[in-house]
């Protein structure tokens, strides 16, 4: 199997070199260092790079965030940017911080290797998605698509009749009227409403692509997602007489994509957070904490005392719904801020943000064990659980999510020794329980 080929766009040279020293340590190919984005532009074109890894800050007039698009949208080649907190913060409320689509700086070896591996994953599950779309689209455009045609100055001239299904629009009465009185958009991701289109298609002279987030209202005020592109029209001479407007009801792309979702980062019994979400918000309050002095954090690692024994006495259909029963009864013990997450089986885990002091853990720890301790009644039968819990503080000063889950799960299993419905706080001083 061929290394991985990785092309690095990073404008300080030393970090660079040792970049590249680090990923050749791990087993990757890399052909090509630059600090340019529009350098970097080309090279893709020549190399032909399985993930490109990029800092935010780069030489020249375009910054790494503007590569990244191009790269992503042209190329459609996974990227993984490089930033410093501040800039992730500033990314993150532009909603272009998305998950294992960045690494912080400083890193480590190991978070780098995990950082490139799931990058790439995201980018191949995106690539089915993709794939999958497209199909799908191919078979809806040739039945159900809308085609509006309009006049150099936006005005309508066509509509078919699926445009006149999704707008609620009758041809006779849109002829005329401006594009986007009757195909009324909003970009739900800006919240703002989006101009005339084909005046805008017919002024950068190329086909545009709907927003990703686009809404279209209906005249009867309902909002239906839609998808595709608006496109100049140009006569046998070359000269624009108008533009066209394809779209269609992209409603179920929409809950595909909210499903895969889902499947990759939510348990599907509890629909709580699973292991890799919860480890990558576990990392990012690590992150956190090494950026301000005042940020404290928790780790909950709970196992269900004696769930074995109600899942062979009264079944596995029952013991799924106890589960289902016991995460919303989580849920309700922490604030809104906070994760609860599945980890598979009856292990569940908790990270509380912002803390003051351990006791606002054990209080926590305290209102799970209450809550936990109410009878449930499912299905005819009043159950009884409680939970053994290990508490795990972030003063250890550790890098890697693991390593706090682990002392966690230390805790956990100690308390678990002494009885059950019992929590235990991991001392990092002693290796032991307080």
């Known amino acids: 199997m061929l290394a991985r080929k990785i092309l690095v766009i990073e404008y300080e040279k030393l970090l660079a070199l040792n970049i590249r020293n680090t990923l050749q340590k791990l087993g990757y190919n890399v052909p090509e260092i630059t600090d340019s984005g529009e350098d970097a532009i080309k090279k893709i074109a020549e190399i032909h790079p399985n993930l490109v890894l990029i800092d935010v800050s780069l030489a020249g007039e375009i910054n790494g965030i503007q590569v990244a698009d191009t790269i992503q949208n042209d190329f459609q080649i996974p990227v993984l ?65 809308a085609v509006v045609v309009t006049y150099t100055n936006g005005h309508i001239q066509i509509m078919n009749p699926m445009a006149e299904v999704l707008t609620g629009w009758k041809q006779d009465e849109a002829f005329g009227r401006d594009l986007s009185e009757v195909v009324c958009l909003v970009d739900r991701d800006m919240d703002e409403a989006i101009e005339n289109l084909a005046i805008q298609a017919i002024a ?28 100049p029209i140009r006569d046998s001479n070359g000269d624009i007489t108008g533009a066209v407007l394809v779209f269609q009801d992209i409603t179920q792309r929409k809950q595909m994509e909210a499903q895969l979702l889902r499947n990759a980062f939510y348990d599907g ?50 013991g799924d719904d106890l589960l289902v029963a016991i995460a919303r009864r989580l849920e309700s013990c922490v604030r809104s801020g906070d994760t609860v997450g599945r980890f598979g089986g009856d292990k569940f885990a908790v990270l509380l943000e912002e803390i003051k002091d351990v006791t606002d853990t054990t209080n926590v720890a305290k209102r799970i064990q209450d809550t936990l301790g109410l009878p449930l009644n499912l299905n005819g039968h009043q159950i009884c659980t409680t939970a053994s819990i290990g508490i795990a503080l972030n003063c250890g000063g550790y890098n890697e999510p693991e390593s706090l889950l682990r002392d966690a799960d230390i805790a956990m299993y100690r308390a678990k020794q002494q009885g059950k419905a019992r929590y235990g ?10």
């Open 425 to 434: 706080v991991f001392d990092e001083a002693t290796n032991a329980n307080s």
């Open 81 to 145: 940017q490089i930033t410093e907190y501040s800039q992730y913060i500033k990314l993150h409320q532009k909603q272009l911080g998305k998950a294992f689509s960045y690494i912080l700086k400083p890193f480590a070896e190991a978070d780098l290797h995990i950082a490139i591996e799931m990058a790439i994953y995201k980018h191949q599950i995106n690539n089915r998605l993709r794939e999958e779309i497209q199909r799908m689209s191919a078979i809806i455009d040739s039945i159900n698509c």
């Open 269 to 318: 019994l509890t629909a709580l957070p699973n292991r890799v979400l919860f480890l990558d918000r576990l990392k990012q309050a690590i992150e956190r904490r090494k950026r301000r002095s005042d940020y404290n954090f928790a780790v909950l690692f709970l196992d269900l005392d004696g769930f074995q024994g109600i899942n062979d006495r009264l079944g596995h259909g029952m």
């Open 204 to 231: 950068a002279d190329k086909v545009l692509n709907l927003p990703e987030n686009c809404m279209l209202i209906a005249k009867d005020g309902n909002e239906i997602p839609i998808g595709d592109n608006v496109a």
